[in-house]
């Protein structure tokens, strides 16, 4: 029996990453019950690896984001403390009570 796969990709494209999480442990659940009709088996089966291109296709586009925002983060200009900053005790005066 054929599927639609550009039905169950637009399907699949609006969920969220936890509601496809949610639907693929309990299609995982129906198959390793070992109660579904071979045929229901098997659309469970593909409607779950659509699941996991899914929610791969979101992982991904997830760590791509964080290398942009890691690589932006890397070019900007830090405010960390220079020597001076920190100093060494002489630096603060009499007024530090240590």
Do not use: R
């Not at 071979?38 to 409607?47: P, R």
């Amino acid at each position: 029996m054929p599927t639609n796969k550009s039905n169950n990709e637009a399907n699949h494209s609006a969920k969220n990453y936890e509601t496809a999480i949610d639907e693929l442990e309990t299609i995982l659940t129906q198959l390793e019950s070992n109660q579904l009709p071979l045929e229901e088996a098997i659309k469970q089966f593909e409607q779950g690896v659509g699941l996991i291109k899914h929610c791969q296709g979101i992982l991904d586009t997830v760590e791509q984001k964080v290398q942009q925002l890691t690589n932006e983060e890397a070019l900007a200009p830090v405010n960390a403390p220079t020597s001076n900053a920190i100093g060494t005790g002489s630096d603060f005066g009499s007024d530090v009570p240590f």
